[in-house]
């Protein structure tokens, strides 16, 4: 696989946690490359180590061993202030739980990313009324995340995501709790939005609407991959 068409080069990864006096595996020796514009779902049962990888895809942790790659750029070469930078540039992310800040408006909370990027005013507007657009939630920008509906909520988590164009986006059971409906939205959002954008998208899911709509499904078990 050619640098230019893989987002992600993961390779040997091996994550241990302590868990009391006991040593944990969460990473045995995992490797993985995601194409650009591919969207790739993880799955296997809980503590199979999907966090653990979603964490270090998304630079959230570091591995004890193995390499990464993020746009051809090796990452665990670089120091905190430029992992933080990268980051911020980026990845994208989206939660179960949402974590929209409760305060600020939809608007606010799409405009976030780019604040922190420092991108200028105009521009800022321009991305996040685009971003708002896109997700269907124009009309919903001055409200507050409580008054919006789950799925709604999702919505605003994924405009946030995708507001600066990462070239990656890591995405944690998003469709947990919402109902069929509202669940077959969100993936036919995430996946039209991210083919568009030429985004590596990688799902961890227990939800078999999520993953029958990826391009590729990948089992973890015990910190493998199957």
């Given at each position: ?61 570091t ?12 990452i ?27 305060v ?41 995340p ?78 493998e991959?199957?």
């Amino acid at each position: 696989m050619s640098a230019e068409s893989c987002t992600v080069r993961l390779t040997g990864l091996r994550k241990n946690y302590r868990v009391g006096e006991a040593s944990v595996e969460a990473l045995k020796g995992v490797s993985l490359d995601v194409l650009s514009g591919e969207m790739v779902a993880l799955t296997g049962p809980s503590g199979s180590g999907k966090s653990t990888l979603l964490n270090l895809c998304g630079l959230i942790d570091t591995p004890d061993a193995g390499s990464r790659e993020l746009g051809g750029t090796v990452i665990d070469k670089l120091d905190e202030i430029a992992l933080t930078r990268l980051r911020r540039e980026k990845v994208g992310f989206i939660f179960q739980g949402f974590n929209l800040v409760p305060v600020m408006t939809v608007y606010d909370n799409v405009e976030y990313p780019l604040l922190l990027l420092g991108v200028a005013a105009a521009e800022r507007r321009q991305l996040t009324l685009t971003a708002l657009q896109q997700v269907g939630l124009e009309d919903y920008a001055l409200r507050l995340p409580d008054a919006l509906s789950g799925g709604q909520r999702q919505r605003v988590a994924i405009a946030r995501a995708l507001v600066k164009s990462p070239a990656l986006v890591i995405a944690d059971e998003p469709t947990a709790n919402l109902d069929s409906t509202t669940a077959r939205q969100i993936v036919d959002l995430l996946h039209e939005l991210a083919h568009e954008r030429n985004a590596s998208v990688v799902v961890a899911t227990h939800d078999e609407r999520m993953s029958s709509h990826c391009d590729r499904v990948l089992h973890l078990i015990d910190g493998e991959l199957q």
